[in-house]
């Protein structure tokens, strides 16, 4: 089942612009993983954030973590037409029994050129 | 080489049919896991295997069934699927450590399943 939910489900932004993507969960977590999707393709890890650590930055991404208000936003800067894809966060659930990530829903973005 | 190869990468097969997915990953990893995926929706967990074993099934008809024959490998056997058993199966593996570390996880490309 779905730990939480991702919004908005789907974005549409220029080249160039700035894209925000926020994910909420619902149980305490140990970490939070986001994933990015192209079309009918295999998931690709982008980040993980632990659930001590507030902010985390990979190049063009930047992902910030509440664990009062259970959220996460993801924001791609500057973006480009090949990141033209879905995305999703995942949480692994504390105290969950093995290796075990559940996936929000996603967030479709479509970056035009 | 940090790459999850899967085959086929498509596949149509009948109800009665029995046919086999099959995932390779060379990383050293001891997690491997098999997910479906709906159009438009998120994968959803089906099997965890570590250390060669089966540590998680959530709650997967019989009509699929996995097999970790070593620790580079994960099949996915498959017998008298419905067409709502049409999907996209992905495989991805992870790191595991003995305190079961959350680590990130590697998918392969996956295989687009048709049941007809």
């Known amino acids: 089942s779905q730990q939480g939910e991702e919004d908005p489900q789907a974005l549409s932004i220029q080249e160039g612009e700035n894209a925000t993507m926020n994910c909420s969960y619902k149980t305490s977590i140990n970490n939070l993983q986001w994933y990015r999707q192209n079309s009918g393709r295999g998931l690709v890890h982008l980040i993980l954030i632990r659930s001590n650590e507030r902010e985390k930055h990979s190049g063009r991404l930047r992902v910030t973590l509440d664990t009062s208000k259970k959220s996460s936003s993801l924001l791609i800067t500057a973006s480009r037409a090949a990141d033209t894809a879905s995305y999703f966060c995942a949480t692994v659930n504390r105290g969950a029994a093995g290796n075990k990530l559940t996936f929000g829903g996603g967030t479709r973005v479509l970056v035009k050129p | 080489d940090t790459e999850v190869t899967q085959t086929p990468k498509h596949l149509v097969m009948g109800m009665t049919n029995k046919k086999s997915l099959k995932c390779e990953q060379h990383m050293g990893h001891r997690a491997m896991y098999w997910y479906k995926q709906k159009a438009k929706k998120p994968p959803e967990l089906m099997f965890v295997?570590?250390?060669?074993?089966?540590?998680i099934n959530e709650s997967v008809p019989s009509r699929f069934s996995p097999e970790c024959p070593n620790s580079s490998l994960l099949n996915l056997h498959l017998h008298a699927l419905q067409p709502e058993d049409s999907a996209l199966y992905l495989c991805a593996s992870s790191q595991l450590d003995l305190g079961f570390s959350y680590n990130e996880q590697f998918f392969g490309p996956g295989t687009r399943l048709t049941v007809l």
């Open positions: 295997y570590s250390y060669e074993k089966l540590s």
